[in-house]
């Protein structure tokens, strides 16, 4: 297992629009893992959760054919335009998670999710879409651990960040419980950023935080026996 608590940074994508997530530590902690998986040339790779498209754009230079996937029409337009930048030839589709790509099945699935720990009740909203994932920060992250079996083909292999306050544990288990035979590949510990520390109260109140203030950031690679 790699333990880093500095991610180098690759191409960063040209275009971050207001609103959509703005690649961090996070995207390059799952970058890296991406660049290890030796990419075939022409394998089919999907990217749920695209934001501005960088772990797509990523995907396309190692030779991968790729689908890009958000929710927000802004991150979707970013991604276009990022591609289109980079000289990159990317397909993207708005759609909740698996519903813009049903039916079809990929050799590598990475997800750089919302899984952040939220104290409202509601849906997020606007940008907080992004980052917001519910009181336990696992709103999404179930649903692509339970999609991941039909999403990826024999061999295939999932690449998801998110951080050790969604409960990497669960992660596992979900997968395990999916069939599929995961681990953790990367750690990162990283300072507290705004959203964090915004709510600092109430992960407190939760017992989800200590005095030190430092995130810690897991990738999980997955396979699909």
């Given amino acids: 297992m790699t333990v880093e608590t500095h ?4 191409q960063s994508p040209a275009w971050v629009p207001p609103g959509v997530y703005e690649p961090q ?9 991406l660049r290890r998986e030796q990419i075939a040339p022409g394998a ?6 695209t934001g501005t498209g960088a772990l797509a754009l990523e995907a396309a230079r190692l030779g991968a054919r790729v689908t890009a996937v958000d929710i927000s029409w802004r991150a979707v337009l970013a991604a276009r335009v990022n591609a289109l930048l980079s000289r990159q030839n990317i397909s993207v589709r708005r759609g909740d998670l698996t519903s813009a790509v049903r039916g079809r099945s990929f050799d590598l699935v990475v997800s750089n999710p919302p899984y952040v720990p939220s104290p409202g009740r509601a849906a997020p909203r606007g940008a907080a879409r992004a980052w917001d994932a519910g009181r336990d920060g ?3 992250l179930d649903r692509i651990c339970d999609a991941a079996t039909t999403l990826l ?5 999932l690449l998801v960040v998110h951080s050790a306050l969604s409960g990497v544990e669960h992660t596992l288990a979900r997968l395990a419980d999916a069939g599929l035979s995961a681990t953790v590949t990367d750690r990162a510990m990283v300072p507290y950023g705004r959203v964090l520390l ?11 935080t200590a ?3 430092v995130e810690e950031l897991v990738v999980i690679r997955a396979v699909r026996t």
């Fill in 153 to 157: 083909r024999p061999e295939g292999v």
């Fill in 25 to 33: 530590q996070d995207t390059w902690l799952l970058a890296r893992a």
């Fill in 44 to 49: 089919d790779v999907l990217d749920l959760g």
């Fill in 211 to 213: 005095d030190d203030m």
């Fill in 138 to 140: 696992r709103m999404l």
């Fill in 198 to 208: 915004s709510r600092l109260g109430w992960l407190r109140q939760r017992g989800l």
């Fill in 7 to 10: 991610c180098p940074t690759p």
